[in-house]
């Protein structure tokens, strides 16, 4: 069996950036507070494209697994149902990536790291290529 490519290493870094583990260790405590806190029914979190392939990624496997694949559209939404901080069993997906002004993602075949990269890559790097997972 085939081990599945699209889960990028902790140890992975982006453009000189923080690296995903690092991401993590920022992202995971605000979010199990923000669960925590059993004073809201209904949150909006307005956040960039790693956060949310972050929480996706945390929400569907409950690890700290980068999910790399998901494309996350400037002004996406994505839905999901939380249950409590202790019990990821009831965190349901309900929607990804879903962006109001594109709705068929037709404006680019590029993802929004793509795009990135095409913009900041230094020239001449060792891995000139972006990193997929």
Not at 99 to 114: F, G, I, N, Y
């Amino acid at each position: 069996m085939r081990a599945f490519q699209g889960v990028v290493p902790n140890e992975k870094r982006f453009l000189g950036g923080e690296t995903i583990g690092e991401l993590f260790d920022r992202v995971l405590p605000s979010l199990e507070r923000l669960v925590a806190d059993e004073s809201w029914d209904t949150v909006l979190v307005v956040a960039h494209g790693a956060v949310n392939r972050a929480i996706l990624s945390y929400a569907l496997t409950g690890e700290r697994m980068f999910l790399g694949r998901f494309e996350q559209a400037p002004g996406c939404v994505n839905v999901v149902d939380v249950g409590g901080a202790d019990d990821l069993a009831t965190w349901i997906v309900r929607a990804v990536n879903v962006a109001p002004s594109d709705l068929a993602h037709r404006a680019t075949r590029l993802t929004q790291m793509e795009e990135y990269w095409e913009r900041m890559a230094p020239v001449g790097e060792d891995d000139a290529s972006p990193p997929t997972g």
